[in-house]
């Protein structure tokens, strides 16, 4: 069974989609934060997790080791549902080996993010433990803009994490409704969706022939609007 996250910042939103049964968690990050309008970026994570009982992913905004160590061991204490998120590698490209590690040793969740390669995982996984909880996030959407298949890589990190029951693989940067079925198709355990495509999801079932009269009837409606005439 593959779980559905809402990828959202948005505090209105989070109490939306909280009460959906579908939404299983929250992801966030410093971009959707800032969208979102937040200033102060400890007190608004507070009152997301106030909102949910739910798993919530906060992220790490530091760039060195010991910054984000220390700023992982904060964020750990904001509540019993937080996972610390942090970057398989700094903004220089060096792997985070050392974060995951101690964070991992201390008992912190954590969530792996911008990972894109099941050699990564590979690297993650000898870094942890088999006991506290880790979701390693594998970005699909934007290996896709680049015109490479992100499934190779998610089949191989799926088989990996397989020697860990506390490790979860997870569908990252969601494109379109129809990455939830790919998702389930390969095992991935957990996708995360913006909440624009969460309802979308939840209208699937639809006949093609309804898809093609409602595309039509589309088509009238816009037709009418414009006043065309030949």
């Known amino acids: 069974m593959t779980k559905i996250f809402c990828d959202i910042a948005d505090i209105n939103l989070i109490k939306k989609f909280n009460k959906k049964k579908i939404v299983k968690g929250f992801t966030t990050n410093p971009t959707l934060m800032r969208k979102a309008g937040a200033k102060d970026y400890t007190n608004y994570s507070k009152k997301i997790i106030k909102i949910t009982n739910k798993p919530v992913s906060c992220e790490v905004f530091a760039d060195e080791p010991e910054d984000m160590i220390f700023q ?55 870094n942890i433990n088999k006991k506290t909880d880790v979701i390693i996030s594998i970005f699909a959407g934007r290996m896709a803009d680049k015109g490479m298949d992100p499934i190779p890589q998610f089949k191989k990190s799926i088989k990996l994490s397989k020697k860990f029951k506390n490790v979860k693989i997870l569908w990252a940067s969601t494109r379109e409704p129809y990455n939830y079925i790919q998702s389930k198709q390969i095992g991935c355990h957990i996708i995360t969706v913006p909440p624009a495509i969460i309802e979308k ?12 009269i409602d595309t039509v009837k589309g088509f009238l409606r816009d037709t009418k609007k414009s006043n065309f005439s030949l």
């Open 72 to 126: 992982g061991e904060q964020i750990s204490n904001w509540g019993k549902n937080v996972y610390v998120k942090v970057p398989v590698t700094n903004s220089k490209g060096k792997f985070m080996g050392k974060v995951i590690r101690e964070l991992n040793s201390n008992g912190i969740k954590l969530n792996i993010t911008a990972v894109y390669s099941y050699v990564q995982t590979k690297k993650i996984l000898k």
């Open 201 to 212: 999801i939840e209208r699937f079932g639809n006949s093609l022939q309804s898809l093609t």
